[in-house]
């Protein structure tokens, strides 16, 4: 029966463990410091559009990170190719993505979990659709 005990000790470790690197990693105002001059963001607007290619693709994520999945709409960035977990200027080539509409809150949740300024800048680009986005690309 010891067994069953240090099991179910583990268990709750891992839980703990995990939980607390979500919060960490998501919603904590521990370890990203925001820049002081991001990105334009005209707070009259109540949502802005984000094209998102990697990990934000995935609803859970976006759940984790802002609280909801949101609508993730099938979209198209021609100009540049996708290099893993970046973006970068491409004649003739396109990344396949998704949108999303945020809010401005929800935006700056965007922001700490691509730690804006530190690895990712926020620039807006027109989608195929002739749509203007924000993407994160990394420095």
Do not use: C
């Not at 463990?17 to 005209?42: C, E, H, K, R, T």
């Not at 707070?43 to 559009?49: D, S, Y």
């Not at 934000?56 to 190719?81: C, E, K, N, S, V």
């Not at 998704?98 to 922001?111: A, F, G, I, R």
Request: hydrophobic fraction near 40%; proline fraction near 5%; aromatic fraction near 12%.
């Amino acid at each position: 029966m010891r067994w069953v005990y240090r099991i179910g000790v583990a268990a709750v470790l891992v839980i703990v463990l995990g939980v607390g690197y979500l919060w960490y990693a998501f919603q904590s105002p521990y370890g990203y410091a925001a820049p002081a001059n991001p990105p334009i963001m005209d707070r009259r607007l109540e949502h802005h559009t984000v094209f998102v290619y990697g990990t934000l693709r995935y609803a859970p994520i976006r759940w984790l990170i802002m609280g909801r999945a949101g609508t993730a709409t099938p979209a198209t960035l021609r100009g540049y190719t996708r290099d893993e977990l970046d973006i970068s200027p491409a004649a003739n080539a396109q990344v396949d993505g998704y949108t999303l509409s945020v809010t401005n809150d929800e935006l700056k949740k965007l922001d700490r979990y691509e730690h804006l300024g530190e690895r990712y800048r926020r620039i807006n680009v027109k989608l195929a659709s002739g749509q203007s986005a924000w993407v994160y690309q990394r420095l």
